[in-house]
Every structure is written in structure tokens, then in C-alpha cells.
């Protein structure tokens, strides 16, 4: 990785979700029971299946009490809407996650649309939406920026007047990591597949975000010395399709290194030599998402209950 410090997930995620354990022992004590997180799978896929068992295993962690369902894939758009109502007026829920993808034929939109904003802890629910694009500050942030703002503030980085360059414009994470960057008052670019000088652009950042998804992308030479370096990207490589999330998952790497395959990021390791901090994949921006959602279901818990 060369000079640049490396910013540990594992030990930040770890904080939080000792902050997280503490404040739910008060929530159940206060309110009589625990926060409540309904987790929803739909279908079969394997990658989504280690997701869902990740989380309700962080849930157990914290105190937090989950509720599994798991519906086949032939599941209908009515019938999981109406699973959804049920859980929107369940008062022992306070936060409903589905994991995506949906298989196909399910109105995924629909489905996201109808979780009720205020359990909705993945942010990304309109209302939401446009409570973050406001800066409102009593909104559920998307999960994996709102991992990286607390990164950036645990190492001491102000956004406050920097050039913080964000490649990637998904919902999910591009597009609201600009979002937090600008209401810290960053100066933000957006860069996405249609982006000019790419490269150029990346050599401007002082504050440089990689969501792309595409393996080792962003080359040591595209980075100012000084940047701070944030690969939010989990790509597989190996002799096949390996979902990533298996690797991210410290029970199963081992055993997923042995048959050969490795985790990466967006940005190359060599990057590290002109960066001042840089996040490392496997253990960076990964292990922070899944304790921000526990986070956000302590929020949305508290908030719906005060
Ligand atoms: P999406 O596929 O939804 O978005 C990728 C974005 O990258 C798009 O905006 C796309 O541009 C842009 N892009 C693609 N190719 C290029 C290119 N050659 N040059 C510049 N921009 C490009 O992905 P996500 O945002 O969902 O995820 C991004 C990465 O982050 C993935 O590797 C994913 O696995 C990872 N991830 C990691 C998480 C974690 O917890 N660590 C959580 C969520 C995601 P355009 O819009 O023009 O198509």
C-alpha cells in the first residue's frame, strides 16, 4: 500500500457497534423491548442469503432483535407489499430491510416505495431521499456513505473546503456520498462512465471516493499526493464468479482464498503511495456499512418511539 496510513474498518465498525450495544440496552430499558430490525430475502440467490445471515448475526451482536422473513421466488409484487404493510404497523419492527436484488418479475420500485420512510433504514425510501438532498438532520442515510463520513471524521479529515472527487452516481452510494460531502461543505464532482479525463479529474481530488465497481480501476498516477483514498469497491477475482460478499465475510475467506480467489477494490494497492490515508479492501468501507445499518435501525427505533 505504499506510504499512506491505512484507515482499519473493522476497528471503526467495532466502535460503533459497541456504541450501538450500549444504546440499545438503554432503548430496551426505557421502552421495555429491544429495537427490532424484520430482515426480507426473496429468492434463492447465495450472495444474498451470506447478506441477510451477516446481518441478523450483527443484530445479535448488538442487542438488536431480528426478525427473518424468506419467501420463495416465486413470490408476487402484491404478496411481498403485503408482508411489507404488515411489517410497516408491526410496533416490534423498527426498521424493514429488503435485501436487493429482487428476483426479477418483483416491482422492485414499488417494493422500496411502500417500506414506511420511517423504518426504512437503508435510506432509500423518496421521502428520504429528498430529506438528505435537504440536509435535514433527522433522515436514515444509505448505509455504505454514511460508513464513510464517520471514517473521515475518526481520522480527523475535515471536508470542509476540499476537492472531493466521488467516481460513481448510483442511488446507493455515489450520489449520496456527494450529498454528505457537500452539506460538509466539500466542493464535489461527480464523475460516472461518461466522464472526460476521468484521470485528470482523479489528480484534482483532495478527498477521492471510488464506487464503480470495476477491479483496481483507479491507478496510482491518478492520485495527488496528500489524498485521502476511499475504495468503496468489492470486486472478485478469481477462476470464476465468486460473490464477494462471501469474501468480505472473515468466516469464509480463508476458505475462499484457498480456491484462489481474492477480494479488490476500485482502486490499485500502488495508490497508497501518494495517498496520506487510504481504506484497504477486504476490512475498509465493508465492515462499516453493516454497522451504520444497525445504527440506523437504533435510529429509526428511537425516533419512532420518542
Ligand atoms: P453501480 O453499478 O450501481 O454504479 C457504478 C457507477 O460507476 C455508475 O455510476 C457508473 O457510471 C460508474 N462507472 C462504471 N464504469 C465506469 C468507468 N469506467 N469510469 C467511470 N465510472 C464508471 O454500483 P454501486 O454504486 O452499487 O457499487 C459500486 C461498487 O461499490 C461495487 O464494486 C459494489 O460492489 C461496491 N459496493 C460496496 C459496498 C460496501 O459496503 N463496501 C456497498 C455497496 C456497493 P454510469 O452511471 O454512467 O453507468
Known sequence: MGNAKLIDGNLIAGKVLQEVSAQSAEFRHDRGRPPGLAVVLVGEDPASAVYVRMKIRDCGLCGIESFSHRLPATTTTRELLDLIQRLNSDDDVDGVLVQLPLPEGIDTKKILDSIDPAKDVDGFHPSNVGRLVRGDSQ??????????????????????????????????????????????????????SRTRDLAEVCRTADILVAAVGRPLMVQADWVKKG???????????????????????????????????TLVGDVSPEAGKSASLITPVPGGVGPMTRAVLMQNTLKAARWRTD
Open 227 to 261: 489524498a485521502v483514498v476511499i475504495d468503496v469497491g468489492m470486486n472478485s477475482l478469481g477462476p470464476g464468479d465468486a460473490p464477494s460478499v462471501i469474501l468480505e465475510d472473515p468466516a469464509r475467506q480463508s476458505d475462499f482464498e484457498k480456491k484462489g480467489y
Open 139 to 192: 433522515v436514515l442515510v444509505p448505509c455504505t456513505p454514511s460508513g464513510v463520513m464517520r471514517m473521515l471524521d475518526e481520522e480527523g479529515v475535515d471536508p470542509k473546503g476540499a476537492h472531493a472527487v466521488v467516481v460513481g452516481r448510483s442511488d446507493i452510494v455515489g450520489k449520496p456520498m456527494a450529498l454528505l460531502l457537500l452539506h460538509r461543505h466539500a466542493t464535489v464532482t461527480i464523475c460516472h
